[in-house]
Structure formats: C-alpha cells, structure tokens
C-alpha cells in the first residue's frame, strides 16, 4: 500500500513537472516580444530509485537553472551599475572641466598672469601713474575671475545637489513600481513570465541610478538591498531612501559657515551616505561631497581655490603694506590692495575683490630696506612670478603652478573615468554575453563549461603577472 | 631603433592585447585557450624588445604609446578577472545549493563528478 501511495505521489509529481514544462513554452509563446523577457527553459531531474525503499523514482522541476538564470541577470546588473557609475563622472567632470582653463587664455590663469606683468612694467617705470593704474585694473580683473570660478563651482555643486534629490526619486518610483509587481505576485502569479519580464525591465534601469541587489523569493517576489545591506522593499512594503544637505558635527567643524554635504539616509533616518558608491548616485555623491569640496571647501576644509586666493591676496598686501608711498619725513605706508571675508575659510574667493578707496598714487613703491630701493616693491611683486621665497609660493609651488596643477586634476579625473568608462562597457557586454552563454544550456553541460573555463583561466592568469610587470617597466624606462 | 620603430613594436603588442579583449568579451573556455595564446606571444615580444626601450628614454611619442599599451593591458586583466568572478561566484552558489556549507562556513566545493557531454 505505502509502495502504490509513493507511485501515486511520484506520478504526481512528474505530472505537475510536465505541466510546468508546457506551461514554460507557453509563457516563451506569448511573451515572445515583450521587452525584456528572456526564454525560459525548464530543468527536469531524475529522482532516486528503489521501490524496495519506497523511493519511487520519477522527474522533478529543478530551480538549479533558474538560480543561475537570476545569478546571470544580477552578474549583469552590477556591471550595469559600474557602467552608470563612469558615466556620471565623465558627464559630470565634463562640465566642471570646462570652468578650468589650462591653455593660459582666459579665466584665472590669463588673469594671474596679467597681473604679475603688470607689476613687473610698474617695476621698470615705478613712477609712471598709468603703470600704477593698470595693477589695479588687472588686480580687478584676478579678484573677478577667482570670484566667478567660486560661484560657477558653487552653482554645479547645487546642480549636483539637485541630482542627487531627482535620482533618489527615480529609485523612490521605481521600487515602488516594482513593489507593485511584488503584489501581483504574491496574489499567486508568481508564474507569469510576462510580469517577471516587466520586473527585470525596471531591475535593469534601478541598477543604472543606484547600487542594488535582487534576491528573488519562492513566492515570485523580489527583495531589494541598496549596497546589499539597506533594504529598499521586502515582500511588498518598501523603503524609502532620502537625501538632504546637512553639516557634520563630529568632529567639530573647522569651517562652520562652509558648504554643506549631502547626505543620504535610508527609511530608518539612518546616514548611507558612506554606503552609497555605485551607480549614478554613487557617483553624483563622490562628486558633490569630494570632488567639489577639493576646490570650493566644505566643513573641514577651505578648498584649493580659496587657498590660492588667500595666499595671493595676503602675499601682495603684505608686500604693499611693507613699502612706502613715499620716504617722507614722515615716510607714508602703502595700503592693502585686496579685501575678502575673513572669518569664513570656504568663502574667500566668492568674496575677494579690490579695496574700492584704494586709488593707483597709494600702492606703495619704495622698499624701505635698508637700503631702500625705489622700486622695491614692485621688483618682489614681479618676483610672484619666478618664486624662490617660500613665502612667495603656494604649497611649495608658484600660483600658476598650483592652478595649473588644480586644474590638471580635474583631467586626470576625467581621464581616468573615461578609460573606466571604456573598460566598463566592456565588461557589461561581458557580462550580457555570458548571460546569453549559459540561456538553454543544460545543467549538465555547464558542469563540462565550467571544468574547462577554470583550466583556461588558470592557464590565461599565468600571462598576466608576467605582462603587467613588462607594460609597467616599459612605461618606468620610456619615461 | 628609432622613435617610429618602437612606437610599431608597442602598437603591435598593444594589438594583440586589444585582440585578447575581444576574445575576453565572449569568454568561452575556446575563447580563453585562444586568448592564452595571444597573451604568450605579446609576452615574450615585449620581453625580447624590452633591452631596446632605454634608447628612447624620455621620447614623448613612444611614451604615449607605451601608456595605450597599458591601458590595453589594464582591460585585459579586468575581462579576465570579470569572468573569473563570474564562474568563480556560481561555482561557489551552486557549491552551497547543492552541497551546504563547510564546517568553516565556505560553500561546499562542487563535486564534477566524470561526464561525458555529447554535442550534436
């Protein structure tokens, strides 16, 4: 009797396997032009046998396959998410690279070295009124193009901002568009190829904004973690992530009144920002919270920008203050020439300009010494240009120098994103290849791939080591 | 050697890495054999020139192609490593979906088992 209840049962169960392999050609049948469907196969497998023991034998419908099928479209997805992560950098890096010129024509460059040509035609005809008059035209133009370089960053530091709050809706909207299919399937759809199509369609746009892994459930729902660790919708209740500006605390800023960070944090107000570092917004936060800090500044650090603007702005007026308008009696001390808000680190290039009372007759010319030199002043304003001083320099560098090196990172980055970008693409069409690779093949099948793939990869390995260390030394002896 | 001649022998290698890319891009067990292949010969071309390149130390031309080599390089190494991981991470899924897990919490090592796959 337990021998024919066991048949029965196997028979069953073989039964509902075959149902469930027509059911599958059915689905392929009728989602043949669905966006995003992929063919599905269904595995059987053959089940012990041995009446005497009551193991009856008979197939099963395995999940071995659709495991991989799901582990192949995650594979996909995180390279997906790589790809979205370079091509935000290079969009964005684009633009800020445009604010940043090199060739010495325009913007701060081309007026730094107006300026200091200024003070070395000063030097050579100390008395000429018109000589004087042009250092404080060009001193103008420098105290502009630092104040419109700070407020062009600032203005892509608040787009960014912008982007970062629109992606978090995007990631918002389309967990809850995915929630919605959730439901579905847990109303008993679970088999529906069509809506497991229409999920996997909005997995691979999420994967584009935002780092996310995908566990499907056995009950055909799927569970979303943002970095695999905060969650973003279990069964069908999800979790909303936020982002907002916000002014760290610990440690004790440095530069209170300083551009603000973004923050993202998730359902439970807890702060992910640190987390977030994939896809789009990974890349949109490296950007707002490092990148953009380096030159404008941020809590605890006044920027590159600022930097030069203060060291350019303090080295002249001390020199001006230092030298005389005249050697009297009484001798009459030169004025400072440039004026910014110095209580706030993060603001001195928005903020420097040109003392508007200062007139050319009050730049000082005479170094008092001993000896005096009439034109002393103006000699060791020229000296900007070529510093041997260390108080003339900038970290160690002159101030074209330093730009030039401030701006040439910028490149690099863009740089390194793009070859990034590159080698992503690659590695996605990698990723959708092998995705393809393995679709119909049998388990059986794969086991031979994959006993083959690991000899030739271990043979292919050996060559790596041995060409990394060749390309590098032929970079070290080229150089 | 001059300039130009170096600059060919690095673009010629840089070819061949850049041929192993797109051999990587579908990595069949095939392709990766064919790949190796390509990879040996890049090597010992570039280990053979290797005593020449001091003759155009600071040579701007051959710098820069000597930079795309390494780029050529660095793409290479990153589609091995991708399909590396690839296999690497189901081996070690489909190890814990069939066998568990080890006492030290690893997946269970995948047991092949002899097969023999009949192609039609």
Not at chain 1, 353 to 359: C, E, I, K, L
Not at chain 2, 73 to 86: E, P, Y
Request: aromatic share 6%; glycine share 8%.
């Amino acid at each position: 009797m337990a021998n024919l209840l066991a048949t029965l049962v196997s028979s069953a169960g073989t039964l509902e396997a075959y149902g469930r392999v027509l059911e599958t050609a059915q689905n392929n049948v009728a989602n043949a032009s669905t966006p995003g469907y992929a063919k599905q196969r269904l595995e059987l497998y053959a089940l012990p046998f041995d009446p005497q023991g009551g193991v009856t034998g008979g197939v099963r419908a395995g999940k071995l396959v659709t495991a991989r099928n799901e582990f192949a479209e995650q594979a996909v997805r995180q390279q997906t998410s790589g790809m979205g992560y370079q091509q935000q950098l290079v969009d964005s890096l684009t633009v800020i690279q445009s604010n940043f010129d090199i060739s010495g024509n325009q913007g701060i460059p081309q007026a730094l070295n107006n300026l200091l040509q200024s003070f070395s035609a000063w030097g050579a005809t100390p008395d000429n009124q018109a000589a004087r008059q042009t250092v404080v035209q060009r001193a103008t133009d420098l105290a502009r193009s630092f104040q419109q370089s700070s407020v062009t960053l600032s203005a892509r530091a608040s787009d960014t901002e912008q982007q970062i709050g629109q992606t978090v809706d995007q990631v918002n909207q389309l967990v809850s568009e995915i929630q919605g299919y959730n439901h579905i399937a847990m109303q008993g759809n679970k088999s529906d190829s069509g809506l497991n199509a229409r999920m996997h369609a909005a997995l691979d746009e999420l994967a584009t904004l935002a780092d996310v892994n995908a566990t499907f459930q056995s009950d055909g729902t799927v569970s979303l973690m943002l970095n695999g660790e905060t969650p973003l919708l279990l069964e069908d209740k999800q979790f909303k992530i936020s982002s907002s500006l916000y002014q760290p605390q610990e440690p004790t800023p440095i530069n209170a009144n300083g551009p603000a960070n973004v923050r993202i944090q998730g359902s439970d107000g807890s702060d992910i920002t640190s987390k977030t570092t994939g896809a789009q917004l990974g890349a949109l936060l490296h950007l707002r919270n490092q990148i953009l800090p380096s030159f404008i500044g941020d809590a605890y650090q006044p920027g590159d920008l600022n930097t030069m603007a203060k060291q350019l702005a303090d080295r002249v007026n001390q020199l001006l203050t230092s030298g005389n308008i005249t050697d009297g009696p009484p001798a009459q001390a030169g004025v400072p020439l440039f004026t910014y808000n110095a209580s706030d680190a993060t603001a001195t290039a928005a903020s420097l300009s040109v003392d508007p009372s200062v007139t050319p007759d009050q730049l000082a010319t005479i170094s008092p010494g001993p000896p005096s030199v009439s034109n002393g002043v103006p000699l060791a304003l020229s000296a900007l240009a070529s510093p041997v001083d260390d108080a003339d320099k900038v970290n160690g560098l002159s101030f074209s120098q330093f730009y030039g090196r401030l701006a040439g990172r910028v490149g690099t980055a863009l740089n390194d994103a793009t070859n990034n970008q590159d080698v992503q693409q690659s590695l996605l069409s990698q990723a959708k290849e092998l995705r393809q690779q393995y679709q119909g093949v049998s388990l059986d099948e794969e086991a031979t791939i994959l006993m083959q793939f690991q000899r030739a990869y271990q043979a292919t390995s050996k060559f790596l080591s041995v060409l990394d260390q060749l390309t590098e030394n032929a970079i070290n002896i080229l150089r | 050697m001059g300039t130009a001649a170096l600059v060919e022998q690095l673009m010629s290698a840089r070819q061949q890495l850049d041929f192993a890319c797109e051999l990587l891009a579908k990595p069949s067990p095939e392709a990766l054999d064919s790949c190796s292949s390509v990879l040996e010969a890049a090597g010992h071309q570039l280990a053979e020139w290797q005593p020449t390149f001091s003759q155009q130390a600071g040579d701007a031309a051959a710098l820069e192609e000597a930079w795309k080599l390494r780029r050529s390089f660095v793409r290479t190494a990153r589609l091995l490593q991708g399909a590396g991981d690839f296999h690497r991470n189901w081996l070690r899924l489909r190890g814990a979906m069939t066998g568990g897990y080890t006492e030290t919490g690893e997946s269970a090592p995948l047991i092949h088992g002899s097969r023999i796959s009949v192609h039609g």
